[in-house]
């Protein structure tokens, strides 16, 4: 019976250590100590023995299973801390590759077009002035020797805003309403630019958009004239679209200037060979001309001493022209597939 016992004891110890799963050693610990094992027979047998042989093997029957069911209880607690240590790899997060990064945003074109246009100014050693989106009228029109009666202050042109006891009050159509504000508010000479938004009832088509930017200029000293313009807008459009690139400068007409010019550029579509966007193959830039003398008196300014150039430059034609957008209502529709293709961040 002790021989028995002897050699289950060995069996079940390999049984244990040999079993590689949790539902292996369940099934040892079954074929070992369980009811129909053959040692559960020996404990059984043990019965029919003498009182004094009974109390012995007794003692070594218990001894044999405490033994058997620790040897168990290790092994299952090593198949244990094995499968966790499964669970935990299984689980595990890899960090070493590296991660999606955010795509950096970029520069807005016309961000891009308003810094360059800047830039060559403060070259040129002139300084930026700013003036409000929302004008009254004096800035906007009478200043500019524009009368009440000018079509351009009706209704149809300008976008007014309604404001309890500001009767007169508009989003301004051009950013020329800087220089007012300039004058008034400094001696001369004055060099400056001033770049912003204005605002017009105009229907958006491939080159006009009713909410667009402009930037101003202004120069007032003794002893301006024309040919001072000229040079001026010669450097700047060479800075801005290259030595290659064809500009006219032609008469016309604004109010405040006297003589008045506007300058143009080759289509970017057609390069002046003439297509549907520009018609005769040029695209209007700017507007230009000599500071009409009433302009410079209207702000405290004397005529006899001082003369003057201003323009009103279109930042998003600029932009067109640049970059050869086709159209300028993709600078407005926000499309994240068009405006990722300019320029790095600020
Ligand atoms: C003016 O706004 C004058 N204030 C310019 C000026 C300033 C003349 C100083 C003399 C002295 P004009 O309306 O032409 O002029 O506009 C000037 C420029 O703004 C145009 O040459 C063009 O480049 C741009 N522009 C005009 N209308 C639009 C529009 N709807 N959409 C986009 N750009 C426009």
């Not at 200029?217 to 024309?226: K, N, Y």
């Amino acid at each position: 019976m002790l021989r028995s016992l002897e050699r289950e004891r060995e069996r079940g110890f390999r049984a244990f250590s040999e079993a590689a799963t949790i539902a292996e050693l369940e099934a040892a610990q079954v074929a070992i100590l369980g009811r129909k094992a053959p040692f559960s027979d020996v404990q059984r047998a043990v019965g029919t023995l003498e009182p004094d042989d009974r109390k012995s093997v007794g003692r070594v029957i218990n001894e044999t299973r405490a033994d058997l069911q620790r040897a168990s209880d290790e092994r299952r607690a090593e198949l244990e801390a094995v499968a966790e240590d499964a669970l935990i790899a299984a689980d595990r997060v890899d960090l070493s590759l590296p991660g999606r990064r955010p795509r950096p945003g970029s520069l807005h074109p016309l961000s891009l077009a308003e810094d360059e246009i800047v830039d060559v100014f403060l070259r040129l050693g002139y300084r930026v002035a700013e003036g409000p989106e929302i004008e009254d009228e004096w800035h906007n029109f009478e200043a500019l020797n524009i009368p009440p009666d000018h079509p351009a202050r009706t209704m149809k042109d300008s976008i007014y805003v309604h404001l309890p006891g500001h009767p007169e009050l508009l989003l301004r159509t051009e950013t020329s309403s800087v220089q007012i504000r300039t004058m008034q508010s400094q001696p001369p000479p004055v060099y400056i630019v001033a770049p912003g938004r204005v605002y017009r009832r105009e229907t958006a088509d491939a080159t006009h958009l009713p909410v667009f930017h402009q930037v101003e200029g202004l120069v007032v000293d003794e002893g301006i004239t024309f040919a001072d313009l000229k040079g001026t807008l010669d450097a700047v459009a060479r800075a801005l679209f290259g030595q290659d690139r064809e500009t006219k400068l032609g008469p016309a007409f604004f109010p405040f200037v006297e003589p008045g010019a506007e300058l143009a550029v080759t289509c970017m579509r057609c390069d002046g060979a003439g297509c549907p966007v520009c018609g005769n193959g040029w695209i209007e830039l700017l507007g230009c001309g000599m500071v009409h003398p009433q302009v410079l008196e209207n702000c405290g300014y004397d005529p006899e001493r001082y003369t003057g150039f201003a323009f009103g430059l279109g930042i998003d034609r600029v932009a067109i022209l640049k970059y050869r957008i086709p159209d300028i209502r993709l600078l407005v529709e926000g499309d994240i597939r068009f405006l990722a293709q300019f320029g790095a961040s600020r």
